[in-house]
């Protein structure tokens, strides 16, 4: 059966850092392009990150360049996004998704997702 467990959500304060982590189990992880999406409320899910199933390119989007780093180990089955200098427009619920593929070029569909894990920015 296949598992994808995000964490590493709460709440901070503008500024502020927290690491997210997403934990798999179930697929050969090290062949699937990982990604970590947001939703807010009320806005379009969007694409925030994505690293190579070997890691040989990474992907942000603009608004999080410079703040946001995506790194795996592929020994731990795990895709961690670190996240510093948090904004209020940071908040949303973040998903992890797993597509089978060798770089973050493909398409929108994901083969698997998580069920999320919220993060809120605020004073």
């Known amino acids: 059966e296949v598992h994808i467990v995000e964490s590493g959500g709460g709440l901070v304060q503008p500024g502020g850092s927290l690491r997210l982590s997403c934990a798999a189990s179930g697929f050969t992880y090290d062949h699937y392009n990982i990604f970590w999406a947001r939703q807010a409320p009320g806005k379009e899910r969007e694409r925030v990150s994505c690293?190579?199933?070997?890691?040989?390119?990474?992907y942000y989007q603009d608004s999080v360049k410079g703040r946001f780093t995506i790194s795996r180990d592929n020994a731990k089955n795990t895709v961690y996004l670190q996240m510093n200098s948090l904004q209020y427009e940071d908040t949303a619920v973040y998903y992890c998704?797993?597509?089978?593929?060798?770089?973050?070029?493909?398409?929108?569909?994901?083969?698997?997702w998580g069920k999320g894990t919220l993060v809120t920015v605020s004073s």
């Open positions: 998704g797993a597509q089978y593929g060798r770089d973050c070029r493909g398409g929108d569909a994901m083969d698997y």
């Open positions: 690293i190579s199933s070997r890691d040989v390119g990474r």
